[in-house]
Each structure stands twice: as C-alpha cells, then as structure tokens.
C-alpha cells in the first residue's frame, strides 16, 4: 500500500490518496485517468481552454495581421519605387508571408517532437516567449542601406512561425490530456475557434488605428501620395499593428510556466505514477504541479518501471507502430487530410480583394477611407463566415462527432469551389452571388475539416507519440499553405498583361482546390471517430472494446496453438486457452 498524502476535499479529491490501497500500478493508473476522463466540467477546464486559447488568439493575429500591415509597409517603404509607388512588390508580399509558413513547419515537427522526449510542461511556454520576442522584433525593424526591410521581416517571421508551430501541438495534446472525455472535442475546438478571435480583433485594432491617425491619413488622395505626417502616421501603424500581437501573449505566459505535467504523460512517458497522481490533483486546484513524498516516489519508481504494461517510446517502437497498417493509414488520414484542407483554405484568400470589392470595402478618396475600408471589409468577412462556423463546431463536435463533420465540409466545399470555379465568370457579373459562396465556403471550412484536422490528431495517437503525430500532421497542412500562397498565388495571374491586376487563370485554380477538396473527402475515412471515447480507448489500451490491441497494451504473448504462459498482467478478457498465434 502507497504512502498516504496530505491534502484533497470534496470537490477536488485526492486521487493518490483514492487508489493508494491498489498494489498494481496499471490499475492505479487506470483507475486515476477514469477520475480525469469522467470528472464534471468545472473551472479547471475552462482555464485549461483559456490558457492554451490565447495562444491560438496570438497566432491568427499575428498571422492575419501581416495582410493588413503589408499595404502599410507599401507606404511607408515603397513610396518611392518606380513602379507602383506606395505598393509593396508582390514578390516582397509573398515572400514576408511564405516565411511564417516555413517557420510553423520547422516549429510543428521540432517541438512536436520534443514534447513526446522532455515533457509537455517543459515545452509549453517556451514556443509562447519565442512568439513574443519575434512579434516585438518585427515591429521595431527598419530599413537600412545594408539591410534590407523585407529581409528583416522574413528573418523575424520565420522566427515567429517556429514559435506558431510549436502551440499547434502542444496545446492540442495538453488540452486534450487534460479534458474530460464527454467535452474533449468542445474544449479543443474552443482553443481552436480562437484563431477567429484573433483575425477579428487584428482587423479591429487597424480600424482603430485608421481612426486615430485619420486627419494625417487624409492628407493624402492615394498611396503614392502619401509623405510627410501622412507617411509617419502609416509608419505607426503598422508597428503598432504587427506589436500588439505579443500583448497577449504576455498575459497567457505565466499560465503555461506554471501548469503541471500532463498525468498521462507523467504515466506513459516518465512512468512516474505517484508524481502523476499528484499533478492531477495540482492541476484541478490550479497549482502549477504536484509535490509527492520523494523516497516513496523513487521506490514506487523502481518497483513500477518493471510492471507497467504500457510500451516505452522508442524509435524502434514507434517504426513497429507505424508501419501496421492500422496505426499508419490514422497518421496518412491526418496529415493528408490537414495538407489537403490547407491549400484550399489559404488559396480562398485569393478572392479577398474582388469579395471586398463587391460588399464597397475596396478604394477611397484619401488614404484614411483606403485602409479604414480595408480594415471594415475583413472585419465583416471574419464575422459572416469564419468566426460562426468555429462555434457551431464546437457546440456540436461532441455530439454529431469529428469524422461526420469533416467529411461533411469536405462534400460541401467541394460542391461550392465546383461551383465558383465552373461559374465564375457568371458570378463576377453578380457580386452578391460570389460573396454569398465566400462567406459559405469561410462556415464549412471551419465548421468542417479547418476545426476537425486539429482537434483529431490529438486525440487519435498513443501518448508516448501524440504530440510528434500532431506536429507531422500539421506540418503537412502548412506545407499546403506554402503551396497555395507561392504556386497558386502567382498562377492565378497567369496571362494577365504586365502591370495589370486581372487575375484570367483564378477560375481554373478554383476548379484545381475542387479536386483537392474531394482528395480530402477521401481521406477522412482513413480517420477514427473520437467523440466520446477515452485516450486510452482510442489507443487500443483498453480490453473489450473494438480498437483492443493486446501489443498496445503491453499484453505481449508468449507461447505457441493452445499455449497457456502469457506475459505482463494477462488481463482477465484475454485468455490464454484462446491465443491461438504470437503476438509479438
């Protein structure tokens, strides 16, 4: 019997304590993680999508916030060029949002990866000080005859992408290591739906911005024209734009220092029963970790290390996992299905100028209305589409389930890029027509496959290799953006005369993210349904149940036809008369 601790009441019970009578330690382990999957929805919960939320918030912001600073950037370094004066390059443009890109891929993989070797608790944060560091960098650089802006802004970006990618993972799993199983999907699509959150309150913060500084922005007809306090007050702006992005960053930053280490984790990985317990307890208190009597934990350690039926991570291990066609088509369905999603999703953007144009929010007569405009436009775009389709998501992902809703918006964006694509020309004629499929296309993009490709990956995988699985699977997804923003981007105006802004080729390149949307509807079936089921269960952990695998569990069988000598525990539902083969 485990040595009893102090503490616990009744609406934060002692888990050590509970199960502190139970010997085995795959039952205490058991046992403890029923208490997290079943436990009532409570505040610790609520802090848990709070905490991992803001994250989300700060990257769309600083994400989104670069489409609408680029104009800014024109003005302010571009005033002068001999083409376009006042507009940034289009390479220049491409190339400052191609790097967040390519540092969120670094970033998914990297610490994806770290978090399944040194712990969630000690990577967490971590990827949020980058963010903060990079977003402050970017608004304080300048121009300079041996450096140029546009540099200095893809070296910061990329950066900043790293750190982005990093909160893909980690605060997936976290959230849902921590959740209980009844509400999991409605917790991580919270954390989710704040990336609408965020493209909203960048959009809000350059309209007020616009607003501040609207006597020395009309001063100016156009860009071209804009010098003098005009050109200084543009130059505020967009650092302010870009800046704002760490400011809640900072205030998230002592919750994710100070969380405990996720028990499954505590459990599967560092095999550290007691110390699991103990975070449980810590983290339903909201205390950053547990403090367990040290000489039981290290006997309880060396006595557990042996009987705990859970396989440890290893590269050998994690091949053997993968390469059966079971565990790898759930990997191949998760990341193709986010690579997929992600070339549609970023290439919809491409519309943004002709929708603005059709709801009256493109031009002015000065450049206060240009960018106030521009500003009002994205504001209305977020709110029409994007941010309700994340919240039907999560009031319905627990109920409806994550495969129907995927394969669901798959079907419908694949019907309406069909139909944009085939009628575009039609529909040009009739802005309303085109505006009504974006704002459609926004809904099912997030209430459909943008909100599901997050919410399965960290849920679907085995602990010891959840969060590289989630890492992989999004880094597929960006891997698409990158390819919509420097291959569909550039294609769209394919034909156009040079100078002009025509896009001839965007119909056909609508058509091509019809075929990938269908790509995506086929893959989706390669995924589980997850709604209502435990971790454990959806790692085949649990005997009994449909996803049972014995190697998972750690039930490795010895023995030959009729053999009766089993390994590990031998759980009750596997008998050893009915083993008719090895299972290695």
């Given at each position: ?452 490709t997050f919410i399965v990956p960290g849920e679907c995988f085995p602990t010891r290799y959840r969060s590289t699985s989630h ?81 998972m569990a750690g039930h490795t069988v010895k023995g030959k036809a009729g053999g009766k000598e089993t390994s590990g525990t ?15």
């Amino acid at each position: 019997m485990a040595t009893l601790t102090s503490g616990g009441n009744s609406a934060f019970k002692n888990f050590h304590n509970q199960f502190a009578h139970v010997q085995d330690p795959n039952e205490r382990r058991r046992l403890a993680l029923a208490e997290i999957d079943k436990a009532p929805f409570g505040w610790y919960h609520i802090r848990a999508v709070v905490v991992a939320g803001i994250g989300f918030f700060t990257d769309a912001y600083d994400i989104f916030a670069i489409n609408l600073a680029s104009a800014m950037l024109g003005i302010v370094f571009w005033l002068d060029a001999k083409e376009k004066p006042g507009k940034i390059p289009s390479s220049a443009d491409t190339a400052i949002k191609v790097a967040t890109s390519g540092g969120t891929v670094i970033g998914q993989v990297g610490f994806g990866w770290l978090a399944d070797v040194v712990g969630r608790k000690k990577m967490y944060g971590l990827e949020l000080m980058i963010i903060i560091f990079a977003t402050l960098a970017q608004a304080l650089s300048s121009d300079s005859p041996g450096v140029s802006i546009v540099g200095l802004l893809i070296f910061w970006r990329v950066i900043m992408g790293i750190g982005i990618g990093g909160d893909y993972p980690l605060s997936s799993i976290i959230t849902s290591e921590f959740a209980t199983t009844k509400w999991r999907g409605a917790m991580m699509g919270a954390v989710f739906a704040m990336q609408g959150i965020g493209q909203f309150a960048a959009a809000l913060v350059a309209l007020i911005l616009a607003a501040g500084f609207k006597e020395s922005l009309k001063t100016a007809a156009t860009e071209a024209e804009c010098s003098g306090v005009c050109q200084v007050a543009v130059d505020k702006m967009w650092r302010v734009v870009i800046g704002f992005g760490a400011v809640p960053g900072c205030i998230a930053l002592y919750y994710r220092l100070t969380i405990p280490e996720t028990p499954r984790y505590t459990f599967d990985v560092q095999r550290d029963d007691i110390k699991a317990a103990e975070d449980t307890k810590a983290y339903m208190q909201g205390q950053p970790g547990g403090h367990p009597d040290e000489i039981q934990r290290i006997a309880t350690l060396q006595q557990d290390n042996t009987e705990l039926e859970v396989p440890k991570a290893s590269w050998s291990d994690c091949w053997a996992h993968y390469k059966q066609w079971k565990h790898g088509k759930v990997l191949l369905g998760t990341a193709a299905s986010w690579f997929f999603l992600d070339v549609a999703f970023y290439g919809l953007g491409l519309n943004n100028s002709i929708v603005l144009s059709a709801i009256g929010y493109t031009g002015g007569d000065n450049v206060y209305e240009i960018l106030f405009n521009s500003a009002v436009g994205n504001l209305i775009l977020v709110c029409a589409g994007a941010i309700p389709g994340y919240w039907v998501t999560v009031a319905t992902v627990d109920t409806i389930g994550r495969k129907p809703i995927q394969i669901m918006g798959f079907t419908m964006l694949t019907i309406l890029f069909i139909i944009i694509g085939f009628a575009y020309d039609k529909l040009l004629q009739s802005h309303n027509g085109l505006l009504a499929l974006y704002v459609l296309a926004q809904f099912f993009f997030n209430f459909g496959p943008n909100a599901t490709t997050f919410i399965v990956p960290g849920e679907c995988f085995p602990t010891r290799y959840r969060s590289t699985s989630h890492g992989l699977s999004a880094a597929s997804g960006k891997v698409g953006a990158i390819i919509a923003q420097c291959v569909f981007g550039p294609l769209v105006s394919k034909g156009a005369k040079p100078g002009s802004s025509q896009k001839p080729w965007l119909k056909h390149v609508m058509q091509i993210f019809a075929l990938f949307m269908l790509c995506g509807l086929f893959t989706s079936f390669l995924i589980p349904e997850t709604k209502r089921k435990t971790l454990e269960e959806l790692a085949g952990e649990v005997p009994g149940t449909p996803n049972y695998d014995p190697v998972m569990a750690g039930h490795t069988v010895k023995g030959k036809a009729g053999g009766k000598e089993t390994s590990g525990t031998g759980s009750p539902e596997i008998q050893p008369n009915d083993v008719h083969t090895t299972i290695v």
